[in-house]
């Protein structure tokens, strides 16, 4: 056979935690590929790893990227490259069903997709191992000959567009593309559109002439030269060797020069970004953002200067810009950086951004905020660069990278895909982990560019200074703003200003670890979690880590009171605790999270939790600091603080409620959870607390509680204990009687169908929604995994009948799971209120469960064989890291479950289920069918239509100034006077606590 490699090259340098095996390699054909082993089990092979390794899965995953992405479209068809990725999923000459690699891939339990960005379009896929040549086999063809048909491609623009329609409402995503069409005229980055839409790909051209300029892209640009690949798998290394050479040996080379953007110099050196924009928000967002246009520090991996000078800017300790901002109450949130994404890291230029979360304080002071980060970036320069504090960073990324978790396959492929394109073969796992030389001159020419004469500002609010209007719109997305001139006399201050008293740089880290050893293992070791501690008061759950082997632990602690769910106002003071304990923290533990350990205070249905985990050395100490702020907020609180954090806690509240695509999901849970308050029920009840509320509540809240807690990692049992004996001691609270213990449940739902349909709160979405969930009944094992089979089976069938095929939308999904005990399954499109109803997309996907109906009728004994043995290994596949681990066990805490050996016990039911028992359960449970058990809710969410993309008089403000927020009620549209054809007398729910007070409970779930 003939050889395809034309040279080997280095290859990368790996963590010592990494065991698997790498080589990358160059074709004949240009193209090269990095090979991912994973052949050797990533713990030591001792019989004890060996045992709780056994029937683990894992899958395999592939990456290709190519090196050219919307900066490459033609200025007159915009979205071209975008528009491609998506075509070359239509079918190729080998194999020209359009669906076939999606339908392949999808039916073996895997998944694919795709993205586009500024330089480069990227295509991944994962599968079970087993099925990686074929998968291989198919997907390469898109590289070398796919189809393009004329066809595809009128149906295929209404996808992209769809896609761009769900952008539309994203207020990041609209800051962004105003800030590109600052830079100078006629460059790729001005013109820069990367979603196109129906106005670029119909309106502006014709069908002949877009497919013309299809085909002429990918000639042109996906060349096996300009590519890269990466294929993980637990395979040795020749038989993925010849994986690439098998497969993508035949992706033809142009030879034509790569994309080079090198003329375009200083593309932001233009008037229009040194300015002030402020850009009105559709969401409840009060923001700075200080933007530096700096050249491209995309190649300046071995020195990170960008990285040095985000430590100091973006420090959240005593002595920081962000200290400072509170204590004042001018802001509550501060990141500096860059993000290193294409859009602000890339071969033109690079983006350094300071962003503050303002408060409507720091919204009247926002200058005097800019003159503070002006201010410390003067400290930085007057003190100069700190080579200490550079070696302190190296030693923590060090230490990071010899003690690195492992990920999943799709993961590392995507990664090394796209790392291949921008550093040495060596150094692709390592360039963006570790710090290898300090370059004081590098560090000083990037600050000296931190001036206010490069400066982009942007002051996201909905309230602008006398004298000013919104009165411009940025042309795709549809930005309201309006702009300013620097004045010279703002540009002298704050060129001008010296450090302030007040600002220090941060000090030696105390939290850095020194001691990394690792426990031995033990023999009779525990496969799951074990329980410690079992009082009235508290349960621990416990387990050391034998597989990962590395030095670090989780501590995962519930505390539960039954006040919670109590009221809403009650949640909604759960919810401001934990806002006021996270501001409360910050500037004590911040130094713990640049020593890569986190802290967590999250607000659940029951409680609070409490979360710690890292380098397992001097995590009960961090667990002591955040203890402390439990027993003693109302030290670290006044009335400023109470103010700003509730004014933030409304915001976050009113940008919920303003999300289309969560308002599904809320509004299923509204009906079918007791007790389960919605995000306008807490805003409405945060909106009226007051701060003898909150004193009030942080005393009782701690008197009374259940705790659970999970510790894992490289702890020991004594330790575990010790740790949390200590934290119950210290908050010194009575336990919760069994009977007060709080449990959400799950009532049961009427036979027959039933329909919510609801208004979006937001007047400026399009975007509509029908998601139909169907009700099972009480958790079993069986159901559970029946549901599974019968999911595999009309997953794909759906995406390609719904998405492919008749282009209701770009988001179509199907899934099942669990809700508090309950089964629930669901079939969900998103499309667009100006294509079609959402009473229409339930006929359609009710059109859909009526043929999936033949799918089981006519899955035969050898084909549910094949799926139940996919299903089997997807379920075997292992955890990646401990934190997968935990988090799986954690789950089964909180949710009071505690079946740790949920895959398994799940698997062994998946090999008992026969071809009779998929028919008689899917006819249960559709329309189509015996209706024995037929219990159906379509959620219907209608979006707005908008006089030319949102240009409308009428749709000034996405919902209504938030004070007013406290009187709008969910609007519902269903009329049972109005039915539509066919559908049963009372099938619009027109009250959903009437309803809701009438459904019967199911009598386990109650208990």
Known sequence: MEDHIIEILKAPIKSESDKKEYKILKLKNGLVAVLISDVKDQTDSNEINQVETTNEEKMAAATLQVGAGCFCDPVEILGLSHFLEHMVFMGSEKFPTENDFDSFIRKGGGSTNAWTEYESTSFYFECLEKHLPEALDKWSQFFIAPLLKKEALTREREAVDSEFQMVLPNDLWRKVQLLMRSAKRDTPVQVSFPWGNLKTLKDNISDDELYKSVHDHRRRYYSSHNMTLAIQARLPLDTLEDYVKDFFSGIPNNNLPKPNFSEFVDVFDTPEFNRIYYIKPLNETIQLDLVFALPSQKYEYKSKPMKYISHFLGDEGKGSILSYLKKHMWALALTAGCYFCEYDNNSLFSFFTVTVVLTEEGLKHVFDVIEVVFAYISLIKTEGPQQQVFEELKVIADADFRFESQYSASYNTSTLATNLHIYPPEHIISASKIYKEYREDKICKLLNKLTPKNVYIAITTKVLPDGLQFNKKEKWLQAEYTDIQISEELLSKWELVVPYTELSLPPPNPFVTSNFDVLPCTSNHPDYPEKLIDTDKCELWYRQDQKFKLPTAHFCIYLINPVTIESPKNFALTNLFVELLSFAKGEEVYPATMASLSTYFIAEDRGITVQVDGYNEKLPLLLELMTKYILNLSDHMNQDIFNGIKEDTLKQYYNRVLQTASLEYELGNKLLIRNYFSPLDTYRELYNLTFDDMLEFIQFFPKNLYVKSLVQGNVSADVACDTINKFIT???????????????????????????????????????????????????????????????????????????????????????????????????VTSQVNKYSTQYLDSRIEAFLKQSQKLVDETTVEGLEKIKEDLVKTKQVCDHNLSEEVYRNWLEIIYDDYMFDRAKQEVECIKTITLEDIKIWWSKHNHFGSQENFRKISFQIAGHIQDNQATSEATEEAVTDKSDLQDTALKILGDNNKLPEGKPSGYFIEDIEEFKNSLCPFSKAEE
């Open 730 to 828: 210290s908050l010194n609270f009575e336990g919760i009687p069994k009977e007060k213990y709080p449990k959400l449940s799950v009532p049961q739902i009427p036979l027959g169908e039933k329909c919510l349909f609801v208004e979006s709160f937001n007047k400026k979405d399009t975007n509509c929604i029908t998601s139909n969930l169907y009700q099972v009944g009480l958790f079993s094992l069986k159901d559970m995994v029946l549901m599974c089979i019968i999911m595999r089976i009309i997953d794909e069938p759906c995406y390609n009948t719904l998405r492919t095929n008749e282009q209701l939308g770009y988001d179509v999904s199907t899934y099942g799971r669990r809700v508090y005990g309950v089964l629930v399954y669901s079939l969900r």
